[in-house]
C-alpha cells in the first residue's frame, strides 16, 4: 500500500460527517490519505506533533477541519510549512462564520489555505492540485474530472 | 520584591498599545505582574511552556490579548488549567469582529473567559477579582475602586 | 451538607435546558452550587441583592445565562466584585449573536467573564478554575478531567 | 420654570455629544428635560432610584443612551412603565452595533424605544410625539416642523 | 364600544401570527385596537391614508409589523407625528436583520420606536406605556401587570 | 433640449457627492437626466407624486440613492412600474449595509434593482443598458465603453 | 411560437426550485422565456457564450441565480451590455449573505441589478419593467398586476 | 533570468498597494513571480486566457487579489487546476468582507485557497509552500525563516 500523501484531521468524530467529502474525494483521484482525530486544545501536543512531523513522513499537505473558535488549522499551520488547508464547519450557533473568521484571518507568517465552510471536497480537491503541481498524472486527472463536470452541466440542460 | 500573579501575554509587540491598560489597571490594585510577547503561531512552543508553567511560577491567571483570527488565550488555555482571559484586540480589517469569535467561541472542556474587544483594563480587574476570590485585601481595594467610580459618576451630575 | 461555592443565575425558565451543563459540570467535580430564576428586567431587585450578598454567603464565582439584550451578567457584576461568568444564549432570531455583544462588550470597570455562546459546561469550568486557583484539590481533579478528554480524544484514533 | 417632561440619561459624559440633539431637539419645541449621567454598571442604584421615581416627579419619557453592552434604556425600563427611549451609541470597535442589539432586543415584558444608532434628534422627537398624545400644543408644533423639514427638502430643488 | 386607541397595522397576513400577541396585550390591559393589513409597497395610498387620519380618528399609538426591507413603520410615520412603533417581522433569509435596520434605522425627523424582532407584545406594552402617560388607569394596570412578571419569576425558585 | 429619459432622485444633498457620479455617467453616454432631492419620509407626497408620473413624463428608469433605513428607491417603486434603480449610501454608522438591506430586500410584487453599496456610476450604467434594450445606439455606446475599460486595463500591464 | 425575451440562467440544477418563480411571473406576463443551467466556474466558456450572444438572439434581459460565492450574474454581465439581473440564492451556511455581497458588490463597470435573497419572482417582474420601457402593452400588464395585488391587500381587511 | 512559478494577478492598479508584500515576500524567498492586471469583469477573456495557459507557462500557483464581489481568484479557478489563491481585498464600505465571502464560498469543484483580508503575504508564503512540497530547497528557507520569525519575537521579551 502507498503512503498517504494527505492528512485529514479533524477536532472531534462529531466532524466526521462533514469531514467524509474529503476522504472520498482524495479516493476518487487515487490519492492515499491519513484521517485523524486530534483537537489543538484537548490534545494540543499530539496535534503538534503531527504536523511536525508531517513532512518528513511523506505528506505533501494538511486537511484540518474544526467548527467554533476553529484554532486547529492556524495550529498544525504554526508547527510545519506544508500547506495547510483550513475546512471552517458551521457546527455552532454563529452557523460557522466564527469557525471561518478563526481558520482565514491568519496573521502574517503564518498561513492557512482556507475553503468554504464545509468545503471538504474542495480542499480534497486543492490538496490534489498542490500535489498536481508536481505531478502530472494527478494534474491530468484533474483536468478529465473538470471536464466530466462541465459535461455533467451542459447535460442538464438537455 | 514580590512574585507576579498575572501574567499578561500578547501575540505581537503592536498590541501593546492595547494591552498596556491591562498592567496600569493592575498596578493601582497593587498586585504584581509580568509582561510577555508570544505568539500561538509563530512561538508555539515559547507559548506552550508559558501556559504549562505558570502555576508552579505562582501565576493566578493569565491575560492573553491577540487580534485576527486570535489563537493565542485558546492556545494557553489548552496547556493549563489557571483561569485565562482572552482580550480580543480590534487590529484587523474585521474591527475585531474575528478576534472576538476566535477568542470567545472554545469548544467545551477548555474555556477562555472572554472580555470586550480592546478591553484590556476589564481583563486585570478580572484577574484581581479572581485573586480576590482568596484574597480579602485584593476583594476589599476592588470594592473600594468600584465607589469611587460611582462617586465620579455622580459628581459629573453636580 | 457544604455550602454552594457556585451561584448559576438564569434569566428565565425557558434557559434552564442550555444552563443544565453548568451544575453537571460542578456535580463531576464535587463542586456545591445553586440554581435561581432572577431577571435583570422582570425582578432587578431581587438580582441585585443575590449579587450583592454573594461573597458573604460565602460564593467564589456566580454564572449568568440569558438570551436576547442579555443584561443579568452585567447587572450582576454591577453589584459585586466576585468574578460574574456569563453565558449568552442562542434563544432569539439573531441565534445568540445580540446576546453575546450585549454580555460581553462591558464598558471599563465592570467586567463579565463570556464564554461562547450556550456554552454553559464551559462556564463551570471556568469557576472551577477560579475556585482552582486557591484550592490545590480542585486544581487537581481539574488535570485529571483534563488528561481524560486527551485521552478520549486519542482513544478516537484507534 | 417648568417641570422637565423628558429625562434624558447618559451612561457616560463621553457621550454627551452625541446626546446633546436631544436636548436641542426638545429645547425647540419649548419641552422641558432635565439630563442626567447616569451609569447601568457603575451606578446602578442611582439609575434604578432615578427610574423609580421618573413619573411622580413629572416625567413623562425617559431617553437612555448608551454604547457598547448598552443596558442603560433596559434597566430604567426595568424599574419604570414609564416609555423609555433607548440611543444605542457607536462608540465601540463594533461602531454601536453591539448597543444596538443590546438596547433593542428586549425580552417580553420590558420593552424599550429603540431609534437609529446615534439618533439622540430622533428620540426627542420621540418623547414629543408621546407628549402631543395629550397635549395638543406640542402635537401642533410637531405638526409644524414637519411642514418646515418638507419646505427645505423642496427647496433644495430650486 | 369603545374607540380603539392603537391600531396594528401589518404588511401582510404573513405577519398575522407574529403580531398576534399585541393584540392579545393590548386586550389584556383592556385598550382597544384596530387591526388592518396595508402595505408600504403594495397599497401605498392606503397605508399613507392610514396614518394621516389616525390622529382624527382617536388613536394614540400606531404598531406597524413588516419584514424583509420593512419599511411600513416608516412610512406611516412619515405620515403621522402620532408614535409608530415598529416590529421587525424574521420572516426572511436574513432572520430579520434586514427587517431590524430597515425600521430602526430612520433619518433624523422621522423617528420610528423601534422593538425586538418578533416582538410584538413589546410593542403593545409600549403602545400602552404611551397611552399611560396620560391615563393613569392605565399607568396602574401596567405597574400591576410588572409586580405580577416579578412574583413569577420569583415562584420559579420555590 | 431632449427630455431627461433618466431621473436621478436622493433622500438628502448630503447624498449629492455620492451620487454625482451618476449624472457624469450618463452624460458621458448621451443620456439627459434630471436631478431631484425627495425624501421618502420627509416629503413622500412629493416622492410619490414624481414616481407616478415619471413614465408620462418619458422617463426610463428612476435612480434612487439614499442611506441609513433607505426606503427612496422602494417608496418610488410602490408607485411605478419604470425599473427603479436604488444606490445604498453608506453614510451610516454601519457603513451602508443598513441602505442594502433596506433597498434590495424588497417583498415580492415591488422589485428594486439594487446596485452596490455608493454605487451611483454602475447604476447609471444599468439604466443605459435598459434604455439600450430599444436603442441600439445607447447598445453601441456601452459596448464601446467596455471595449475602453478593457485596453485600459491591458495597458496597465505594459 | 414566439422568441423568448429573457434567460433564466441558474448555476445548479439544485437551484431550479427557488428559481421557479421567475418563469411562472413571466409566463403570467405572457413574457416568453428560456432556462439553462450554466455554472461561472464548472461551465465558465459557455456562460461567456450565452452571455456574449444573448443580445443577438434576442434575449432584452438575463435573470442569473446563484448561490455562496456567486460570481453567475457578474460572469454573465461581463460578458454582455444587456440588463443581467442576480438573485442570490440562500443555499449556504451564510443563508444567502455571501451570495448577496458576491452579486450586487460589483466594481464600477459592471453593473447587475440584485434583487433580494432567493427573490426569483421580483427579477422576473424587473425584467418585464425592463421590456416594458419600450413595449407599452407590457408595462400595461403590469399596472394592471399592481393593481390586482393592491385590492388582494385591501381585501384582506374585510 | 528563471521562468516564474508564481502569477500574481490583482483586479485593478488600486489594489497594488496591497498586493506588494506578495512579491516581496516571493522575492525574500528566491521565487521568481510576474505581476498582472487582470480583471474577471472589464477583461474576462485575457484572465481566462491566463489561467488556462499559466500551467503550460510553467506556473506552479496563481495569487488573486480584488476587492468588492471578489470573483477574480474563482474566475482563474474555472481555467486551471493549478492551485489558486485568493487575497479579499479590504477596498470597499463592508471592510473586504464582501471580498472574503466572494473568494471564500466557492463551490464544490473549483476552490480557491483563500488567505486573510488583504493578506498578500500570507499568500505568498503558502505559494512557497506549494512550491516547497516538490522542492526541498524552498522547504528549507521556509524552515529558516520560521526559526528567524521565533527569534524576533523572543528577542521582544529581552
Do not use: F, W
Not at 4 to 26: F, H, R, Y
Not at 40 to 62: K, N, S, V
Not at 79 to 89: A, E, K, M, S
Not at 102 to 115: D, K, L, R, S, W
Request: with cysteine.
Amino acid at each position: 500500500m502507498a503512503n498517504p500523501l494527505v492528512g485529514i484531521v479533524m477536532g472531534s468524530t462529531s466532524d466526521a460527517k462533514i469531514m467524509q467529502p474529503a476522504a472520498e474525494a482524495l479516493a476518487e483521484l487515487g490519492i492515499e490519505c491519513e484521517v485523524r482525530v486530534l483537537s489543538a486544545h484537548r490534545t494540543p501536543d499530539a496535534a503538534a506533533e503531527y504536523a511536525a512531523t508531517a513532512r518528513e513522513r511523506g505528506l505533501r499537505a494538511i486537511i484540518a477541519g474544526a467548527g467554533s473558535a476553529a484554532h486547529l488549522a492556524g495550529a498544525l499551520a504554526a508547527r510545519t510549512t506544508l500547506p495547510v488547508i483550513g475546512v471552517p464547519v458551521s457546527s455552532s450557533a454563529l452557523a460557522g462564520l466564527d469557525a471561518l473568521y478563526a481558520t482565514v484571518q491568519m496573521p502574517p507568517g503564518i498561513p492557512v489555505a482556507t475553503v468554504a465552510i464545509d468545503g471538504a471536497r474542495n480542499a480534497a480537491l486543492l490538496a490534489a492540485q498542490i500535489i498536481g503541481t508536481a505531478d502530472p498524472a494527478v494534474a491530468a486527472r484533474l483536468d478529465e474530472q473538470r471536464a466530466e463536470m462541465a459535461r455533467k452541466v451542459l447535460a442538464a440542460n438537455e
